[in-house]
């Protein structure tokens, strides 16, 4: 088996045991168990599921066996739940059994001091050729196949007897999550979810104890479902192995990382979490330019950049244009472009004549300002937004559009965000937006532009982010010779002719 | 009348006119009135309310006067919604009439280079003592006193005849909002009402012909209902006026500005919004830090610190206790504070004896870090957050706590955040919560925080953000020797014994 199919195998395996599922509803190995029943019910996981427990004879409806050996078929992977002790005589019997992979969720090794114990473990798998992820993890969510090891539970009940939405998996997407913490993983899901984020994969590593994120990167580069790449990091143990994979990587998908323990406090706060080494943050930085990784400065950064990847295309230059109904947020974005290396420069004569020729016929205010922001004022209308973008759209010099259309102002209506999107779903010229607001019309108005692929953020900064993280990639891929063929898969992908 | 008189007219009028009201729903004249209308029938607006239009003999019921000079009574406020060219003709009769002061909401003026009219109105009410705000302003609103001349429609209809929450008021509270943009200040409102932030008074200056900020500075040192003040920026015209007005509030008040057109692109985008003469983004940097008002970086951050300093106190030291049941996090938080100049030492021996001594006793996980940040692991319970906090609370080397409660995980219950807000409410120090995520019960957690006065946050740098602003807050304080006078008037607004 080659490295894709190793790992393949934990997304997508053709039988699945889990070691310690339980019909306990508190224990981990319930929930996950409960997980992948619901999702063979459902008809999404197409493994073979099978329980073990010496204790049950059935959970859930599944014949209960006593043993990994005792199980009639062949089982590609496990996922072990049960205390650190036994997990040797797990391996040890899946050795036996001819597993491929297996995911340790258990924690007691490493992190706490048990070092033998997983030296053990390794020793085991490694002589069998088993891959494993772990231990101390949550393991893996695959939103096509129905794998979902998580156990953390998908709703709470409060003391008052409320059932609410704790942990919810994101819908399928495009999106893929590698991430070392799984605290921070799960919350990662719970604020996809919440921003309406598909993903593809998630995997997290825990004590990395075998695969690590360099495997796991050449893997999503062949996810043909994999279109962004998420990295959660505190430390990485191979440098040299993970920049060789990530250069292969981002020349085909954007790989954006988090990464952390980039202080001397962070530092010590991450040696004490996962025993990571953060090592000299300016190596890291440097290393992640070197290779393509888009690094983003905080979480939010992290999400928003994805999404911005996820939906639109890298830009060919730095030459921002912005338009806007609003003066104040308008200089927040040029503000903000500058700070991040962009360029909002005066337009061209040639754009600022289409302006002018617009304002005498009427069809944009004469109080307009058109010196790039565009500030179509407060009179702003949806044709004015839509004849404003259009120039954009069409200028050359202009490598990517930022649209701030605060919906406040009397005379915008919604259609603006239709008109938009319907004049750009064939330029591979990208563009972000920004409405500003947290009650309903603010919020109708981003999901109605992200609904569209263009991703809407709820501050003039947080667009400009996202549009210089689009031009720090597009940046790469022109330097990588690799922009145009990045180009024809994305425009393929998105179904534009 | 001296200068916070002149200014308490344009907030609590005894009568208030309306010139340019309207009986046409789309028309900004009918909007303002209504607003003052409905106050007024609701029992808010105990000012006397006249409507003036010489086409109309009653609007909403009011009787309508066709000039200002045929209202029976004393007038104090006139809300001018007239094209700008009468204008002048009403300042006229203002002045004949006796009004002590105009919010001239009317556009046309020095904005689109009509100077030579803004110049005649301001010419006319200085001669006669009348105080102006606007022209090109959305005006006041006051949440206490029902005045409200806001014309951007609190809901909008859409296409489909669905009616949508637009701009909205905030509830009653005590952040007070000064801005030079109006489009900003609208998209200010709508978010503050969404994070439920209230407000006490919320200002736009417009074209800013007389009333500008360091008067309004002055005013709010003065208003009991204002706590913090927001201050948006694009330039100011007398910075030795503001420094000194600013001096005197941020001994006794928090303010906090976005200033905008720090770079170039926005500088350019300032002038032509507000004809703002952004200047070097170092002098007002200099300026802010030399009168104490706290400057954010971003929009976000403008509305996070404010809602930080409305909540809490100042800290009285840099020292920072991070208590988290996800490391990532921690580490996130641990990264952004030192990046603020915060420090997140390691505890002292004593501290880290009180830790291993409820490790022995069992009261959190033996496998919990306690160097600092606490890491209580994925095994947290609300008991165990309750026990490290207390022992934060208690130890005088640290100055702000900041609490990372992940909901995520399964032991932990809701009621940590009931515990905790018990645990700190009589104690000087600051602290500030996070819980990431976007769906129910990450919503349901921030906002019970919230309720309880702990400020929470999505974010872990969010949070140590906020928490360097009441650092720095409490910094310029002690430097000023005003911290105790402070910390007394906080707590006893806070109703801490």
């Known amino acids: ?46 493994a073979e599921l099978y329980p073990v427990n010496p204790k049950e004879d059935y959970i859930l409806g599944f014949k209960c066996y006593s043993s990994l050996l005792e199980i009639p078929g062949k089982i590609d992977l496990i996922v072990i739940v049960v205390p650190a002790e036994f997990v040797p005589e797990v391996m040890s019997q899946a050795v036996q ?3 491929k992979a297996a995911v340790i969720i ?4 490493s992190e706490i001091g048990n070092r033998e114990l997983e030296r053990q473990v390794v020793e085991i798998a490694k002589k069998a050729g088993i891959r494993v992820l772990g231990p101390n993890c949550l393991g893996v969510y695959d939103s096509y196949t129905g794998v979902d090891m998580l156990f953390l539970p998908e ?9 609410m939405v704790a942990t919810p998996r994101p819908m399928a997407g495009n999106i893929s999550i590698v991430t070392q913490s799984g605290a921070f993983g799960a919350s990662a899901l719970d604020y996809l979810t919440g921003r309406q984020l598909g993903i593809s994969k998630f995997v997290s590593f825990g004590n990395k104890c075998d695969v690590e994120e360099a495997e796991m990167l050449e893997y999503l580069l062949e996810d043909e479902k994999t279109e962004v790449i998420l990295l959660y990091i505190e430390g990485i143990r191979d440098g040299r192995k993970f920049m060789e994979s990530a250069r292969k990587v981002t ?22 979490h996962t025993g990571s080494i953060a090592g000299t943050d300016d190596v890291y930085e440097a290393a992640f330019m070197q290779c393509g990784v888009i690094r983003a400065k905080d979480m939010e950064e992290f999400f928003d950049l994805g999404k911005a990847l996820a939906y639109q295309p890298p830009a060919k230059g730095n030459n921002i244009g912005i338009v806007t109904d609003a003066g104040g947020p308008g200089i927040m974005a040029a503000d903000e472009c500058e700070v991040r290396g962009l360029r909002v420069k005066r337009f061209s004569d040639d754009t600022i004549r289409k302006f002018e020729d617009l304002k005498s016929q009427g069809k944009i205010p004469k109080i307009a300002t058109n010196l790039n922001p565009v500030d179509l004022s407060g009179l702003a209308t949806s044709e004015m937004f839509e004849e404003a973008v259009k120039i954009l759209v069409e200028d050359p010099e202009i490598d990517g559009i930022i649209v701030l259309g605060l919906h406040h102002l009397p005379a915008l209506m919604e259609d603006f965000v239709d008109r938009i999107a319907n004049l750009v779903k064939d330029y591979p010229k990208p563009i972000v937006a920004c409405d500003i607001g ?13 609904k569209f692929g263009i991703p809407a953020y709820g501050s003039p900064e947080d667009a ?6 689009l031009v720090r990639y597009g940046k790469y891929l022109i330097k990588c010779k690799c922009y145009d063929e990045y180009m024809e898969n994305f425009m393929k992908r998105k179904g534009v002719k």
Do not use: W, Y
């Open 106 to 109: 258990s924690a007691g090794f």
């Open 464 to 469: 400009a982010r996202a549009m210089s993280a």
């Open 1 to 46: 088996m080659n490295i894709i199919e190793q790992m393949d195998t934990f997304f997508n395996p053709k039988s699945v045991a889990v070691i310690g599922a339980s019909r306990k509803i508190h224990k981990a190995g319930h929930v996950i168990f409960k997980n992948f029943a619901d999702n063979k019910r459902r008809g999404i996981l197409k």
């Open 251 to 272: 020349r085909i998908k954007p790989v954006i990382a988090l990464k952390t323990g980039k202080t001397s406090a962070g530092a010590r706060a991450a040696a004490s």
């Open 97 to 99: 059994k001819g597993v």
């Open 438 to 450: 947290e009650t309903e019309m603010a919020m109708f108005i981003r999901s109605r532009f992200d």
């Open 155 to 163: 709703t709470k009940i409060l003391s008052t007897g409320d059932e």
